[in-house]
């Protein structure tokens, strides 16, 4: 288990970067807050896994990302708030992943879907302003892919039809991930990719509108940085979708962990929309830097292997 190695010029790059963060954002209103990094209840998604820590009065965990901290924030009088936090989540693998790593999340009231988009816009031109931008529907992009049909029956058709196996019980998650993986290599030759409007199957915390997830998920060469929400604020959604959580972490063999259910009732009394993004700070820092992989960019322990994905 090798430390990255640290240079003073990356250190003070780092320094830098921190102060152009914090500066676009508290140029638009935003206030730097501070949750928890320690929690009982962390985020229950079932691909996600959180360190655990030992404590005198029963476990807790190291928060995947500080977004359960952040809305129950929200939930003030306050309007726009954002976090540059530590997060951890165990099994991380590839070039642009490690166990512990910097997220910089924000959330906005009286914002909805395209209004994220035009604030995560408005910031990457601040950071990046050489770098050309784009805007995809998710159904416009695989369109664009050759992959005209997004239900789950022409998925598993497709994927039948190139010979993929026990297609029939296919989930239609598993479905889209084993067609859009492969398009990811036409995002490495784009320089900022704004996808938004995914499947409802995928809403996670994001609200639904008709077929659609209402979230936004942005690519830089093909590095995944960011994945942003209209949130789904009301508690009964948000109790049935962790349930689901749950019980496909039961299928996963995987703990079930407890529903923190101050962060479901935190928001349930806003009427006006919400949105909020999470952006993995340390990949949008190598990015910035010219750094080829987060071993160049980061601090902190590198991840133990390498993925075909990256």
């Not at 970067?17 to 807050?33: H, Q, S, W």
């Not at 540059?84 to 879907?113: A, D, P, Q, T, V």
């Not at 302003?129 to 416009?140: A, C, F, G, Y």
């Amino acid at each position: 288990m090798s430390q990255n190695p640290i240079t003073a010029k990356r250190t003070l790059q780092r320094a830098e970067f921190r102060k152009l963060t914090r500066t676009v954002l508290e140029n638009d209103g935003f206030i730097e807050v501070d949750s928890p990094t320690l929690v009982r209840w962390p985020t229950l998604e079932p691909h996600l896994d959180p360190l655990e820590v030992i404590c005198e009065d029963g476990p807790g965990y190291l928060t995947s990302s500080p977004e359960l901290g952040l809305k129950k924030i929200l939930g003030t009088d306050l309007q726009r708030i954002y976090e540059i936090s530590h997060s951890f989540r165990s099994h991380e693998r590839g070039k642009w992943h490690s166990r512990e790593f910097m997220m910089l999340e924000w959330y906005e009231k009286n914002c909805k879907l395209q209004g994220l988009i035009e604030r995560c816009s408005h910031f990457l031109s601040f950071l990046l302003p050489n770098l050309k931008q784009e805007r995809w529907t998710v159904s416009d992009w695989m369109t664009s892919c050759g992959i005209p049909e997004l239900s789950g029956a022409a998925m598993r058709k497709r994927l039948a039809a190139q010979g993929v196996q026990n297609t029939d019980h296919m989930s239609e998650d598993e479905a889209f991930f084993r067609l859009f993986l492969p398009t990811e290599a036409q995002l490495e030759q784009r320089d900022i990719v704004f996808l938004y409007h995914y499947p409802k199957s995928q809403c996670s915390y994001a609200r639904v509108s008709g077929p659609w997830a209402l979230r936004v998920e942005v690519y830089i060469r093909g590095i995944e940085i960011g994945n942003g929400f209209e949130e789904e604020t009301r508690a009964d959604s948000l109790m049935s979708q962790l349930q689901l959580e749950q019980k496909e972490r039961r299928q996963l063999n995987k703990p079930a962990l407890g529903i923190d259910h101050d962060f479901v009732m935190a928001l349930d009394s806003e009427e006006a929309p919400i949105s909020g993004i999470a952006i993995g700070w340390d990949r949008l820092f190598a990015v910035w830097s010219e750094a080829s992989s987060l071993l160049e960019a980061s601090p902190f322990l590198p991840s133990p292997l390498t993925s075909p994905h990256g």
